[in-house]
């Protein structure tokens, strides 16, 4: 047995030759150390840790997976997400109004229902004043669309060149007066469209209600997500947004109105038909910011146009004069001490707010917009300086 080690050893000396005399040596210790008895199976590896590539492996696709489950989710509930975050920003526009009545000693539920009956009877009022004029001058318009489009095609060139070009008065006439069938599924789909769009505004109406019932607790919770060091700004900066949301959508409101009552009261002493119907849709696309009522305005111009010419640059005219007094007169003694907002960050929130999100995105664009810039004012920008 003394003889086979000497072998093996020799054996072991002459395949490691080439190999420097120390590493040799000590490869040899070693192997003879774990052939010992209490050695023989070579002893236990060294455990797996957290920092072992089988557990960061793993790690990372279970992050992976459970980031793709997120994103699924919020893609699937998008647009309950988009109805809970325009409660949110609606019960933040409805604050100041519910803070004056909360300082003369209203209770907060009293201050909040006082505020919606408000709000929902004057809206109440106005539709009830306004439907069936509203839906008569509607119906008219419908039927006299295509009667409007020829009109225009005999007094202009140009638009009768265009319009013949992509057979708009056909489809307009196949459109509003087709057959049986196709407008029982056009009344089909219209009513399920109606009814989608009720049931959108009863959840936004009652999340708004909750959302402004219980908003100082919102508020405290998320000033409590902040470490205790940095809570204090954080309540300075959260107050400042707040506010800054809040007196745009009043605002906003206020201009949309200003809009609405002034566009009506042109285009009723100028003779343009349809002008409640009109003065509506340019008091609700001037909700949009920037291109809203620029987009309503073309729309009166071209009704107007079908009355004559000398009416349709009366009615440029009119819109062209509104844009700047709303955006050099309005906007600035309204909104703009509460939301400032140079000029081009306002324009490419508003695009980039309607391709995300539609109206919903455009219309909380520059709110949104103020608090970044709010933010990067006094949190990042400091910080980048003094690095």
């Known amino acids: 047995m003394v003889a086979a080690h000497d072998q093996n050893t020799a054996q072991r000396g002459n395949g490691s030759r080439g190999a420097e005399p120390g590493q040799g040596q000590a490869t040899d210790a070693a192997a003879a150390h774990l052939s010992t008895p209490p050695h023989a199976p070579g002893g236990p590896s060294r455990p797996l840790t957290h920092r072992s590539p089988f557990f960061i492996g793993l790690s990372a696709a279970a992050g992976v997976a459970v980031t793709v489950g997120i994103v699924d989710m919020i893609i699937t509930a998008r647009d309950v997400l988009v109805l809970i975050g325009l409660a949110l920003f609606l019960a933040i526009g409805l604050e100041p109004a519910v803070s004056v ?169 100028v003779g343009v038909p349809y002008a409640l119907l009109l003065s509506l849709f340019v008091a609700i696309l001037d909700l949009v910011p920037v291109i809203g009522s620029t987009l309503a305005g073309v729309v009166v111009c071209l009704v107007a146009l079908s009355v004559s010419l000398p009416v349709c640059l009366a009615t440029i005219g009119f819109f062209l004069i509104y844009r700047l007094v709303e955006d050099y007169l309005l906007v600035p003694r309204i909104i703009g001490r509460a939301v400032k907002v140079p000029a081009l960050v306002t324009v490419v929130a508003v695009l980039l707010g309607g391709a995300l999100l539609g109206i919903v995105g455009a219309l909380v664009a520059i709110p949104a917009a103020a608090a970044l810039l709010l933010l990067a004012r006094e949190v990042l920008f400091p910080r980048l300086d003094h690095t």
Not at 176 to 189: E, P, Q
Not at 207 to 233: E, K, M, N
Request: no cysteine; aromatic share 8%.
């Open 101 to 269: 009545l909360a300082r003369h000693k209203f209770p907060r539920w009293a201050a909040v229902l006082t505020v919606l009956v408000t709000g929902l009877a004057v809206v109440g009022g106005f539709l009830a004043a306004a439907i069936p004029p509203l839906a008569h001058q509607a119906t008219q318009f419908l039927t006299q669309a295509p009667t409007m489009l020829s009109r225009l095609q005999t007094h202009h060139r140009v638009l009768g060149q265009l319009t013949e070009r992509v057979h708009l008065q056909q489809r307009l006439q196949q459109t509003f007066s087709g057959d049986a069938s196709g407008l029982a599924t056009g009344l089909l789909g219209a009513g399920q469209l109606a009814f989608s769009a009720l049931a959108s505004t009863l959840i936004l109406v009652v999340l708004t209600v909750y959302f402004a019932a219980d908003l100082p607790r919102i508020r405290a919770t998320l000033y409590r997500l902040v470490p205790h060091s940095r809570r204090p700004r954080a309540i300075l900066l959260g107050d400042e947004i707040f506010a800054k949301i809040g007196g745009y959508v009043l605002g906003n409101l206020l201009i949309s109105l200003i809009a609405g009552v002034l566009t009506f009261t042109f285009l009723a002493i």
